[in-house]
Structures are given as C-alpha cells and as structure tokens.
C-alpha cells in the first residue's frame, strides 16, 4: 500500500480516497489525515498530476525544472470531467 500523497510505501490506509478518480475501492489510499486533505485540493485545482513529491522526484534535473515551468492545463479527474460534461449539457 503507497499513500497517494506523499508516497510512503507500506503505509496503513487511513482514507480510500480512490473515489475522486472513480476508481474501485481498495485502490487508492492516503496514510493521514493531513495527506488526504492536501490531495483534495490539488483534486479540487486540478494540480494533481503535477505534485510530485520530494521523496521521490527530490533531484531534480536541469530538464525537468524547463518543464515544470510551462503552465500547466490543468489535470482533470474523470469524475470532474463528467462533472463538466453535465453542466454543459444543462
Ligand atoms: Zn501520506
């Protein structure tokens, strides 16, 4: 089990958190109370798909710094998606 936020591995699953995505349960974990509110905002500003935590993307390369830089479109969840979807469909 790896928390969904700061990406510790064998954590003990505090929140499933895995219907953000639309995902089964069982799948998708944060190992604190703290974790799961920090993903929801970046669920919520749809940042997700850019965090990437230092405990595994700590040394950065000169690239990817280049990268990081562009302005992100915005990562959306499927569930948001569809959420979307309903609202223009009104
Ligand atoms: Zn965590």
């Known amino acids: 089990m ?4 700061c990406y510790t ?14 995902n089964p349960l069982d799948s998708v974990y944060v190992c604190s109370d703290k974790c799961y509110t ?9 940042t997700w798909m850019d965090y990437k935590p230092p405990a595994i993307f700590g040394k950065k390369k000169k ?15 499927d569930k948001q998606f569809t959420g979307d979807l309903g609202k223009f469909m009104k």
């Open 38 to 46: 920090e993903l929801e905002k970046l669920v919520k500003d749809r």
């Open 63 to 77: 690239e990817e710094k280049k990268v990081s830089k562009k302005k992100s479109i915005g990562a959306v969840t």
């Open 9 to 22: 591995s064998h954590i003990k699953p505090k929140h499933d958190v895995g219907h953000w995505w639309n």
């Open 2 to 5: 790896i928390c969904s936020y």
